[in-house]
């Protein structure tokens, strides 16, 4: 299995647009930059830290299945 071969995708675009929020918001509501978001929005994170995917969900006041899914 290469690096590429994961399935894991991220919905964070879909949440952002359901709750009318930006990047930018989410980052300040958050304390992650704009950047490290941009990347796990557009699928090309490696992993994400437990604390990020828990200030995101606080945040966007779902459950991290709600963010990630296996496909």
Excluded at 20 to 33: D, F, N, S, Y
């Amino acid at each position: 299995m290469t690096d590429d071969d994961h399935r894991v995708v991220c919905h964070l675009d879909r949440l952002l647009e359901a709750r009318g929020m930006t990047l930018v918001q989410l980052a300040e509501l958050t304390g992650i930059t704009v950047a490290n978001l941009s990347v796990l929005k557009n699928g090309r994170a490696r992993a994400i830290r437990f604390t990020t995917l828990t200030a995101v969900c606080d945040a966007l006041r779902c459950q991290p299945g709600d963010v990630l899914a296996v496909v």
